[in-house]
């Protein structure tokens, strides 16, 4: 399947998802935000913030600064609850999850008492 063919694929999946929760409204949907979530292809800093900055402007937005402390660049686009992101994870941030997940398996809780 080529991007066109897959874009076109993603575009048509989300009408028929949208017509199928509209004509169904027995059916739940989150009680949350729903975000269509894009990351950009792994690379330098600065070649992922060029393009989330890139999307921004496709979206008519600017990328959220505040998000910089989290070590994320990001831009968004919303409609109601639901909304378009596209998110860079920088090399820090990921050094430091896999920092942190690098203890995964060496603490084991104590089990809890079933009463």
Known sequence: MTNT???????QGLRDLAAFLEAN???PVPRHDVTFLYFPTRGTDAEM???IDRIA???????DPSDTIYGH?????????VGY???AVL?????QHQ???SYSGCVTPEAADAA
């Open 5 to 11: 063919d897959y874009r076109a694929a993603v575009v």
């Open 25 to 27: 409204p027995a059916v």
């Open 73 to 81: 660049h990001k831009a968004r686009l919303t409609f109601g609850p």
């Open 85 to 87: 992101e596209a998110l």
């Open 99 to 101: 920092a942190d997940v």
């Open 91 to 95: 090399a820090a941030r990921r050094a």
């Open 57 to 63: 402007a496709l979206l008519g937005t600017v990328p």
């Open 49 to 51: 913030i060029a393009e």
